[in-house]
């Protein structure tokens, strides 16, 4: 039946029957292939499901150690929020290749971006309703190669209907949801039931709460609007103030990434346009709750497919503009990581630019990374003062510059609000590295020694200055040899200045 379907989709002139378009089975396909073959830049995700079929979401990085997340500007680049829109997913695909195959030319700006950058794809948000487009719905031979909006069942019969069914998927976000969009069910810009209804929001969600993207693109294209137009955050004017707070930041973004963007007629380049912020799209949450400078970008000059012959150049076109984005995203930026001073764990603060924001503006205040404690932002040039904020630990402050050509990178340390006591290692036991703070009122020479518990010298630590303030001396459970000192009880001792004390540990095998 369906390949019934498909040669009659042939013969009507499909522009995407034609194999240069991808059906979301070739996407998980290329896409695992490709990750076989690069295994060690590349990461396969699955994010999430799709409401109706539960189809799995694919995410796809790009970095060097993709497997672990590092302390790296994230950019992320989706398509298909609405299902007919299909240009995006042929510019992420083929630029997905296109590094990939630069990377291992030894392309020198492709290496730099997939060492210093993490690079999201996400090629296809709404897989069932791409799959209505392509005429390959799971469990129905209805084809509607203009659908927007996602499968979801909303009259509850069970049957895919195509004048019932469907949330536009873009209209879904919890961020002036109930302002945008529609509330009929069978409409076009059908919002859904709640904000963050569908598992295909709900995918975009847990990638961007998870990942705090310092940038990216949703890509659509004209089905009834112009296109060849980036969208960015926002005038909102039933607010004030109606312009956010990084308004110039993010509209020099938006505008130099429209300029790198030839457009269909080669006559000129994409525009920048700013957006409304009164609907509850993608762009508007990401940027609204996250902080994330989002960009919506309408590809193609009349609308959402093209004859194939056309793809390779509006994809190609559309490419400089994601290359021009990683690029911007390693000057004119911010890289911060925060640890706590004495344990050295990554951190999840709350971090203000306070030139830029308050703690009441919109979006709240950006914050770290849990997993690394970074956090990366795009500024404009200048001088700023970052201010550090974790309930627990004592607030700080950091003047830094940001210069045109590159990223500034801040290494910050938070002092707890009651610091370990001073001469008391810890853990205890340990299985791992043993620390010892101490509180020095002034440069002194400290000498550490490990003991075993015959009175054996196992490891000498340290013999140097240290101070003033406080310094962590650090034992990795080794003997002088390099071998594993083995479990039981060690004493430190420490000689400072001319005061002696000797702090017990206890370690234990893993
Ligand atoms: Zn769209």
């Given at each position: 039946?369906?390949?019934?379907?498909?040669?009659?989709?042939?013969?009507?002139?499909?522009?995407?029957?034609?194999?240069?378009?991808?059906?979301?089975?070739?996407?998980?396909?290329?896409?695992d292939?490709?990750?076989r073959?690069?295994?060690?830049?590349?990461?396969?995700?699955?994010?999430?499901?799709?409401q109706?079929?539960?189809?799995p979401i694919?995410?796809?990085?790009?970095?060097?150690?993709?497997?672990?997340?590092e302390?790296?500007?994230?950019?992320?680049?989706?398509?298909?929020?609405?299902?007919?829109?299909?240009?995006?997913?042929?510019?992420?695909?083929?630029?997905?290749?296109?590094?990939?195959?630069?990377?291992?030319?030894?392309?020198?700006?492709?290496?730099?971006?997939?060492?210093?950058?993490?690079?999201?794809?996400?090629?296809?948000?709404?897989?069932?309703?791409?799959?209505?487009?392509?005429?390959?719905?799971?469990?129905?031979?209805?084809?509607?190669?203009?659908?927007?909006?996602?499968?979801?069942?909303?009259?509850?019969?069970?049957?895919?209907?195509?004048?019932?069914?469907?949330?536009?998927?873009?209209?879904?976000?919890?961020?002036?949801?109930?302002?945008?969009?529609?509330?009929?069910?069978?409409?076009?810009?059908?919002?859904?039931?709640?904000?963050?209804?569908?598992?295909?929001?709900?995918?975009?969600?847990?990638?961007?709460?998870?990942?705090?993207?310092?940038?990216?693109?949703?890509?659509?294209?004209?089905?009834?609007?112009?296109?060849?137009?980036?969208?960015?955050?926002?005038?909102?004017?039933?607010?004030?103030?109606?312009?956010?707070p990084?308004?110039?930041?993010?509209?020099?973004?938006?505008?130099?990434?429209?300029?790198?963007?030839?457009?269909?007629?080669?006559?000129?380049?994409?525009?920048?346009?700013?957006?409304?912020?009164?609907?509850?799209?993608?762009?508007?949450?990401?940027?609204?709750?996250?902080?994330?400078?989002?960009?919506?970008?309408?590809?193609?000059?009349?609308?959402?497919?093209?004859?194939?012959?056309?793809?390779?150049?509006?994809?190609?076109?559309?490419?400089?503009?994601?290359?021009?984005?990683?690029?911007?995203?390693?000057?004119?930026?911010?890289?911060?990581?925060?640890?706590?001073?004495?344990?050295?764990?990554?951190?999840?603060?709350?971090?203000?630019?306070?030139?830029?924001?308050?703690?009441d503006?919109?979006?709240?205040?950006?914050?770290?990374?849990?997993?690394?404690?970074?956090?990366?932002?795009?500024?404009?040039?200048?001088?700023?003062?970052?201010?550090?904020?974790?309930?627990?630990?004592?607030?700080?402050?950091?003047?830094?510059?940001?210069?045109?050509?590159?990223?500034?990178?801040?290494?910050?340390?938070?002092?707890?609000?009651?610091?370990?006591?001073?001469?008391?290692?810890?853990?205890?036991?340990?299985?791992?590295?043993?620390?010892?703070?101490?509180?020095?009122?002034?440069?002194?020479?400290?000498?550490?020694?490990?003991?075993?518990?015959?009175?054996?010298?196992?490891?000498?630590?340290?013999?140097?200055?240290?101070?003033?303030?406080?310094?962590?001396?650090?034992?990795?459970?080794?003997?002088?040899?390099?071998?594993?000192?083995?479990?039981?009880?060690?004493?430190?001792?420490?000689?400072?200045?001319?005061?002696?004390?000797?702090a017990?540990?206890?370690?234990?095998?893993r």
């Open positions: 039946m369906i390949k019934a379907f498909l040669l009659l989709g042939v013969l009507l002139g499909y522009y995407v029957d034609d194999p240069i378009y991808h059906t979301y089975s070739e996407v998980q396909e290329e896409l292939s490709l990750h073959a690069y295994p060690e830049i590349t990461l396969l995700d699955t994010i999430g499901f799709s109706r079929y539960g189809t694919i995410a796809f990085k790009i970095s060097d150690n993709a497997g672990v997340p302390a790296e500007p994230r950019v992320m680049f989706d398509g298909v929020h609405h299902a007919e829109e299909v240009l995006g997913l042929e510019t992420i695909m083929s630029t997905i290749k296109d590094i990939l195959e630069r990377y291992s030319e030894g392309d020198t700006l492709i290496k730099k971006f997939v060492d210093e950058l993490e690079i999201w794809f996400l090629p296809v948000l709404n897989p069932d309703g791409h799959n209505i487009v392509m005429g390959l719905a799971p469990d129905s031979t209805v084809r509607d190669t203009g659908w927007r909006k996602n499968a979801r069942d909303n009259n509850l019969n069970g049957i895919l209907d195509l004048d019932a069914d469907g949330v536009d998927p873009n209209r879904n976000y919890d961020f002036n949801w109930s302002m945008g969009g529609d509330s009929i069910p069978s409409h076009y810009f059908y919002r859904g039931p709640y904000p963050f209804s569908e598992g295909e929001t709900q995918a975009m969600k847990y990638l961007c709460e998870r990942e705090r993207f310092c940038a990216l693109v949703n890509y659509h294209s004209p089905s009834y609007s112009i296109g060849e137009i980036v969208y960015y955050p926002w005038r909102w004017t039933t607010h004030i103030p109606a312009l956010p990084d308004f110039y930041v993010i509209d020099e973004v938006a505008g130099d990434m429209a300029a790198h963007i030839v457009n269909d007629s080669h006559s000129g380049h994409y525009l920048k346009t700013i957006g409304e912020a009164e609907v509850g799209n993608a762009r508007n949450w990401q940027y609204g709750k996250l902080g994330i400078i989002a960009l919506t970008i309408e590809i193609c000059s009349r609308r959402c497919q093209v004859p194939p012959e056309e793809v390779p150049d509006i994809t190609a076109r559309n490419r400089e503009g994601i290359y021009w984005l990683l690029s911007r995203a390693l000057r004119s930026s911010l890289l911060l990581t925060v640890k706590d001073t004495f344990t050295d764990r990554p951190l999840s603060v709350q971090a203000l630019v306070l030139e830029i924001d308050t703690i503006t919109i979006p709240p205040p950006r914050e770290t990374d849990p997993r690394t404690g970074s956090l990366a932002r795009l500024l404009l040039p200048g001088t700023y003062t970052l201010e550090l904020r974790k309930e627990g630990y004592i607030t700080r402050r950091i003047q830094f510059d940001i210069t045109e050509d590159d990223l500034t990178r801040i290494d910050a340390y938070l002092v707890p609000e009651s610091p370990p006591e001073p001469l008391v290692p810890y853990p205890v036991p340990s299985s791992g590295e043993v620390r010892v703070v101490l509180d020095l009122d002034e440069v002194s020479h400290v000498k550490a020694d490990v003991y075993d518990i015959a009175g054996r010298r196992v490891r000498k630590l340290l013999d140097g200055d240290l101070g003033p303030g406080y310094a962590i001396v650090r034992w990795d459970g080794k003997d002088d040899m390099g071998e594993d000192a083995g479990s039981g009880v060690f004493f430190i001792r420490f000689r400072i200045r001319d005061r002696k004390k000797v017990k540990t206890v370690r234990v095998k």
